[in-house]
Structures are given as structure tokens and as C-alpha cells.
């Protein structure tokens, strides 16, 4: 298997530098890209279609806190970050379209054993929608 471009999943939680220490791993061993992508369905479908705020610097649909805790994310990677995509709404919808569009292979996402996780898995539905492979990895 040769991996080109890992996209990494990112919750705004200290939580995420695991997954970003896992990416950084299999990206310095595979020599592959990395890039972010951030949706937050909290607010429903705001803003329809997925921004790379690495490309525009439009107004988005976040408060600055989400873009700065992004922007920590990118510099805890202490690496280029190819893309950082956000986007409001359900990330399976999104996620289709970006993964094809910029040649992604790997997807790398977060999974937590609790018990409202277990209830509402954001994993198993990207489980069950990714048209490339995946590597869930567990959340204390």
C-alpha cells in the first residue's frame, strides 16, 4: 500500500494532537502529504461547501477561536500542512467530494470510548461512507 496525502480529522480538543502525532508518523515514513479538514455540525449547514483556509482568506463561517485553535494544530504539526479544510454541517457529506478532488488515500480520524460516542459514532458513519481507507484511532 503506498500512501501519497493523509487528511486528518480534527476535533478542536487537545485530543486531536494524537491524530496529528499519527499522521505526522505514517506521513515521515510514507513521505506523504498532510492536511486538516474541521466540520463543525453544531450549528447545522451554514456555509455549503468546504474552505481551504490555507488558500482563502474569506470570511468564514467560524468564530476566530476555531481558526486559531486550527492554526495551533498547524503549528503543533511543526510541518507543511497541505490543506486545511473547514465546513459546517455533516462531514460525511463533505468529505466525498475533497477526498477525490485532492487525491487523498488516507483518512485518519478519532474515536472515543464513551458512552455517548457509543450512542453517536461520527466513525462508523465515516466508516461506512469513506471511498478510501480509514485508521480510527482511539480517544481516551
Not at 515521515?28 to 450549528?43: N, P, R
Not at 455517548?116 to 484511532?137: A, G, M, R
Request: net charge negative.
Amino acid at each position: 500500500m503506498e500512501y501519497r496525502h493523509i487528511l486528518v480529522a480534527l476535533e478542536l480538543t487537545d485530543d486531536t494532537k494524537i491524530l496529528i502525532d499519527k499522521a505526522i508518523f505514517f506521513a515521515d515514513k510514507l513521505e506523504a502529504s498532510i492536511s486538516f479538514v474541521y466540520i463543525d455540525g453544531t450549528h447545522g449547514e451554514i456555509y455549503p461547501e468546504l474552505v481551504d483556509i490555507q488558500e482563502d482568506n474569506i470570511d468564514l463561517p467560524f468564530n476566530e477561536d476555531a481558526i486559531t485553535k486550527l492554526r495551533v494544530f498547524e503549528t503543533y504539526a511543526n510541518q507543511p500542512i497541505q490543506h486545511i479544510f473547514v465546513g459546517t454541517g455533516d462531514l460525511n457529506d463533505k468529505l466525498k467530494n475533497t477526498i477525490e478532488t485532492h487525491g487523498v488515500d488516507l483518512l485518519l480520524c478519532g474515536h472515543h470510548h464513551d458512552f455517548w460516542h457509543k450512542i453517536i459514532s461520527h466513525s462508523k458513519q465515516l466508516i461506512d461512507t469513506s471511498p478510501v481507507d480509514i485508521l480510527v484511532v482511539p480517544m481516551e
